[in-house]
């Protein structure tokens, strides 16, 4: 839950600028794309060096490069050489734990985002870090992982020209990237959604101890999902009041409806939260009345047999003298006076409406 | 509950600027009523194609189209060619899960908002999206469904030519309408508030399993009104101070009105929420004073016989030599006993308030 | 409680600035009492009709119209022809569900407030609606009923010629009649404070029933002041920063007393607000301990007969061979377990910490 | 509790600007004490009138005027005349129940704080209204009772030349004065941290009804203790950045440390509301473990007996043919049977985890 | 826990700038160490006086003076005289319980912050008051204890040249020292976030009174880490913003990334409290859902064998004429009749869901 935490706290007593990557070593290739693309043209490698691709770049063409796997903290080190990037930068970007930020370096934007999947298997959100950097000409986007991302849309625009994208600067795909990220928040947080509206018929029929580590689990991950997004909100809306020259008027009112995207997301993990602590309150509720009902029974029936009980216990004495017991009708006048107490007892659970 | 993330989700990996309708595809026709008045004439018309009725347009005249179904894309594309709106206007007003908002665009003011339903069957608030476009001479209202529209009232005055609509400009027009939306939460808050007074009612009655469920329901409701009507505040604030020469200063006093009325429904919502609040903890109250009551009945019964039932017991025992059981008063003094016991007991109770 | 919301909503598509009395039609008179005094000298008329004062107004007097009774509206629409005020001010002024607020009309001010009053008979504050304009030299004041206004005190000054009222313009006499509704509140809240004080004592000695629905109906009544007094601070805010001609810079001090005294309300009602909340926090832990109380004298009293009462069951079943039952000092020795059983019980619940 | 609503209310309807004490009129006697001061020189006097010592005054020496006993009004009067103080002023001196507040008068500052004292023998705060004025060259300070003032150490340091305060001029006695005030929060607050830490000890040892009530005491206590600091901070800030000639540059590095200790005054009562909100809740879930384990023994000593006193019951029976009671071993056979039983239970008991 | 108070209490009273140390007075020695260094030199020395050390200091060098040890209030007083320090920011030294907190003296920058230490042994957070001056080509570091510092690493890196420390100026020093007291924090919120999740594990499997008073602590302790941690925010966003000269421009991204990390330790205290409240809500649902689990037990096992001890005490009553009891097969019959009973509370019980 916390594991962050760790990996942050093995970071202390570290000079600034250490570029150390703080996850897990992942086992898998890391590997580099690059699209360079105008109106006209487009052209996609995958080098195995970046230096291999800089005759790539001209004036004119929007360059994209994307990494997948900073955990080969040498790659990200040579783009930071390549595209004149501070050390700070580069040590925010292989340490994997950042709360989401933007930061305007002068030459260059510098965004941190999370990008989120929902975990079919485990039933939770999992998440994974993209940086993106938007300089003259150029955006640079560092993902954690190869497999899994939202980018895929975007590719195949630029590749098949559709869309604005290839007629447009640096800047619409750095939107066109953070709106793939947000698009893809809300495919997960349908999947909440999913799971809070099955919670919520669970809980309406019984609400026991399943349910209640459920919810549990639900809150907490509404809780994650909200500190991923919360500064997101704010990256945005600084984004579009930029007075940088990096991002042209043109792509302001895409930054625009993408705030809005934001926006409508905080909302939404707002009101899970509120659904979620509603139910838990629900929960609790349930579990008191159910309570109740089972100490009806419980008081219903003891009190209604243990009068009749001690009537019995008392003619079950042996007691030498006992007139009632040698009365011809004493057994019978005992049993009808039982069922008059019986009938009482009945009258009072109805007046006392414990019935 | 949350069936807009669903629509939403379904949007990822399309480019921006898509014009796709995301609703249930409603079966039926598509509507399209374009009003053309000034002070003095009115004509009223329902073309089959937008571009029929451009003629009508003139300078002094309010040229108001309102269409019915935004289901057909088509129409709505047409509009914004005839207009025109960007894509990304288009895209709003299809996709009809937005959060409500305002947008500046220079040439035309664009609003997205609630008009709010209660659905006497469900015994809930319904929604649907209006989406308005202010421009120079013009209004545009885009509805999702024929039925159920709450600008009937504006219609007959601009046909009848009363009150000040005819003489005032699109401004006013645009004006009228927002009014008509929101002097229409009132008639559904007026539905919800009559639902959490009996509500209350019956919680003071009995707090059982169907209170604490509609409750809940009711919880909600609230939570989903609030999440429509917060965003208006700020749309009709910034109306208000708009510096756009589309809203003439003589309908900001109009404007500011209207501000004083979003108000008061934002705070109605949120007295609704807090009375709402304020039952749940009545409700949880009430389970624990009923179980107190019927432990009570249980305690007091029990307590009072299972004594006098040990009593019994002992001189039920068969042993040999057992010499009460020979007494001649033996019987009697035991019942003696058992009075003075049950009298202790009931001294007891009294003394801890348990009676 | 919330019948201000069928008042609103029966005004559902009426076109704005229709003058239309929403409340119940009181069946007593319409007063209409002018005051036009000056530093030495005082006119107090009962006109029938507004027109036949307007010859008392002159340069350097003051001109205080009192009107008992708004559901006349066509006396309002007299004071707005006589006076110039806008439709959608009348129309506030009649519909007396408004929320506090003030409005800067450039020729005149706007105020609504509410004036509240505790309702001895039936324990619970009722509101009356009071519009108040301040122009050129006349202040006009609006209210729902004749009875029970809190300007007895202003009228008897202004007659006596005591104090500053009659060397000071309309804008004192403004001030002066604000500061007789706020005054006021602290006698409300004086009585809702006993009602707490009351409530409180109750709660510390029993938490029944009783006890709950008060404490629920005395947080709504709470719920509700807050919703009248909270728009008023920020009335007489800017009421104080007004750059309007209309006040005066020598009534400003005085409005920075009645903004403390304001702030000193609200202060008051969310403490009461808080100390409800712990009441109903108290409530529950009270009826919860209770239970506890209740629970241990059952549960004291059945562990220990209960293991005692079977020791006797078992001596009292019929076996032929059962050797304990000819021993000569069996029922003793029973006796004797018993007593033996009773005293480790006891031992156990004083370890257990349960007597 | 909310007695000062009842002195509040009984101003009502009184014309602004009336001096009327509203507190309990004290026995005791008024004192005035003046001290006259510059670097080299002090004179202290008790003048019976004000008007006394006016010849005191000079350039470059630091006037204080110190009243005990804001009820005699008569002296509160004579200050305003000597001082040239606005009747409001006089007003909220005399009027003991003010909200913390400061107003900057153009001539003369003027602020009112509360000193708080812990009542030792009744364990509560108990405030006392402390009233200053700054002006060119004086300070008053007027309190309500003549015993437990903060300043007593002022004056020592003043008669005795001790400091910098001989040094300085009425800004720093003004500050000297405040600084006092909030030391003093900290002693109060001290006791009051005892007491939640007595408190929580108690609480982890046993939750009955003592604690709860204490627990409410204490509760309210923070409330009031928060409702008197928390203005303050705005007070001491608005002072800090005061453009006013009557605090020179030079104290604004005090009136920042004064600051801090405000803000840590307000932390503290934060936190201690935070503490006492968690130890309600640690309240509530202590009587909710105690009764479960109420339950557990009631719940396992029941259902331990209960089946076997059946069995016994059954061979209690007098039926003639009951073929078991005949057989040799019945008996022991029917014990076995119930050891067995017993024996099962306890299985069922370990394996629910319920003993 | 609110030892603090009774430190700050001692001070009331004492004239402002009294250097008076409020700790507990350590027995152990104080220690200077002065680091003088530039680009190319390094000098170290633990000076017996400050005043020793002074020719050490020249242009170009950065002076760090670190005191260990802040009871020895002469050496601090002494630090005043070489340094030039305002009385008022040594007794804010000397007494160590300053909320953090920065002023700017325009000489020179005065920060108090808090060091913190996870206490194995007690399993609870430890602080430490560290202060900080920054002047014009020195920075001194004021610290309470001598051991157990997280400067450790700064002094290595200085001592070996290594990375930037010994190319910047002091304002880098600075920086340097705050980043390691904010890295520290991680290492505190790892042990921190370590015990909520152990406490989680035991939650979900028990909750018992141990988790509670443990749940009781945790909460507490994020209480108090948020009391520290939080002015720290205001502090490093006002030092990033500062106009001072001593913080140059290139300091200043530096300074922007220990932002962030304060911002995410924030954060996760933040999302430590809800955890933590949401654990406290679960731990009283988990009680509930016990309670029931319990009460069922009882409830089923009462009822079914209470009907049954009925009817076996009436055939144990010793009336001379019952006939049942002579029947051949009563015995039987009445077993049977048990049994029927039984069965018929077995659906029962399965039809209201208890079994």
Redesign the interface.
């Known amino acids: 839950?916390?594991e962050y935490?760790?990996r942050?706290?093995s970071?202390?007593?570290?000079?600034?600028?250490t570029v150390e990557y703080v996850g897990e070593k992942a086992e898998e290739q890391v590997k580099i794309t690059v699209f360079a693309y105008s109106e006209h043209d487009v052209t996609v490698t995958t080098p195995a060096r970046l230096e291999d691709c800089g005759r790539l770049r001209a004036p004119g063409t929007v360059f994209w490069v994307n990494l997948d796997g900073v955990h080969r903290t040498g790659f990200v080190e040579d783009a930071g050489r390549v595209f004149g990037l501070?050390p700070?930068v580069l040590e925010?970007i292989v340490h994997t734990e950042?709360?989401p930020?933007m930061?305007d370096?002068g030459e260059y934007l510098f965004l941190v985002v999370k990008m989120l999947r929902w975990d079919e298997a485990e039933g939770r959100v999992v998440d994974e870090q993209v940086s993106l950097v938007l300089g003259d000409g150029f955006v640079l986007s560092f993902q954690e992982e190869e497999h899994g991302d939202?980018f895929?849309?975007i590719r195949a625009?630029i590749r098949a020209g559709?869309?604005?994208?290839r007629k447009c600067g640096p800047d619409y795909l750095l939107y066109?990237l953070l709106?793939?990220v947000v698009?893809?928040y809300?495919?997960v947080?349908?999947k909440v959604?999913?799971a809070?509206?099955d919670m919520?018929e669970a809980l309406?029929e019984s609400a026991?101890?399943t349910q209640?580590?459920e919810l549990?689990v639900l809150?907490?991950e509404a809780?994650?999902l909200r500190?991923y997004v919360w500064p997101l909100r704010e990256i945005v809306a600084r984004l579009e009041r930029q007075e940088s020259e990096l991002i042209r008027d043109g792509a302001k009112?895409?930054l625009?409806?993408l705030y809005?995207h934001v926006?409508?997301v905080m909302?939404?993990i707002e009101?899970f939260r509120?659904?979620l602590s509603?139910?838990?309150?629900?929960?609790?509720?349930?579990?008191?009345?159910?309570?109740?009902?089972?100490?009806?029974?419980?008081?219903v029936?003891?009190?209604f047999?243990?009068?009749?009980?001690?009537i019995?216990?008392?003619?079950?004495?042996?007691?030498?003298?006992?007139p009632?017991?040698?009365?011809?009708?004493?057994?019978f006048a005992?049993?009808g006076t039982m069922g008059i107490v019986a009938a009482g007892m009945w009258a009072f659970f109805k007046k006392?409406n414990?019935l």
Chains 1, 2, 3, 4, 5 share one sequence.
Do not use: C
């Open positions: 839950m916390f935490l760790k942050h706290s970071k202390a007593g570290k000079p600034p600028g501070h700070l925010d950042q709360r930020k930061e370096q939202v895929e849309d625009r559709k869309g604005r994208i066109s709106d793939a698009d893809n809300f495919v947080l349908e959604g999913d809070i509206e919520e309406l026991g101890n209640l580590e549990h809150r907490r809780l994650f500190k009112i895409y625009r409806d809005d926006i409508q909302d939404t009101t509120e659904v509603g139910m838990a309150d629900l929960h609790l509720s349930k579990i008191s009345l159910k309570l109740n009902e089972i100490m009806k029974v419980l008081t029936i003891s009190t047999f243990i009068p009749l009980t001690f019995a216990g008392v003619y079950g004495m042996n007691f030498r003298y006992m009632e017991l040698e009365w011809r009708w004493g057994y005992v049993l006392r414990l």
